[in-house]
């Protein structure tokens, strides 16, 4: 098979997935939620996060990832490991250079598609005190909830998003430790 074509297949996948996302963004938030154009010629009204821009003011720095590689065993392991905690290192650090709050979003084929957030981020600024009361969570090494993205959309309102600026008390989340490969 042509390797150019393997290539034009990935980027298509992720293309797709940014889309729907933004879409599911778009309507739970009430805004305009756009991929992030590689040229960053963008600004303006819009908040650039990562993979995704909106156009109102939200926590996150976003990573979309549409990728096989993974498994869920990896994570909910006593030791983590495996392409998801790569991500969450990188997505924390480039978080961090944002002033934003890391969220990975990521599936694979015939799976849900997963949200990962700081626990602190979950509790204080985005207002659920105990965020075991999730109806579907699991709480990973380091601070993380996981949890799929319909639950996230279903329990948490606009109105907690749009606040999280006044929710915030200079908690400072210390950063993940590296973990092993798998």
Request: glycine residues 8%.
């Amino acid at each position: 098979m042509d390797r150019s074509k393997i290539g034009k297949k990935s980027r298509n996948k992720g293309a797709s997935f940014e889309r729907q996302i933004s879409k599911v963004f778009s309507e739970w938030l009430g805004c305009k939620v756009r991929r992030t154009p590689m040229s960053g010629a963008y600004g303006g009204e819009w908040n650039l996060g990562g993979d995704l821009m909106f156009d109102i003011d939200v926590p996150w720095y976003v990573e979309l990832k549409n990728r096989e590689s993974w498994r869920l065993e990896q994570l909910l392991s006593p030791s983590p490991c495996g392409p998801i905690v790569k991500w969450l290192e990188s997505t924390w650090d480039e978080a961090a250079k944002e002033g934003k709050v890391p969220m990975v979003v990521f599936t694979r084929n015939r799976v849900g598609t997963y949200i990962l957030l700081p626990l602190f981020h979950v509790e204080t600024e985005l207002g659920l005190r105990d965020a075991a009361r999730l109806p579907i969570v699991a709480f990973i090494p380091d601070g993380w909830v996981l949890t799929p993205i319909e639950t996230l959309i279903s329990t948490v309102s606009r109105d907690q998003v749009l606040n999280w600026r006044t929710a915030r008390d200079n908690f400072e989340q210390p950063k993940p430790q590296a973990r092993p490969a798998c």
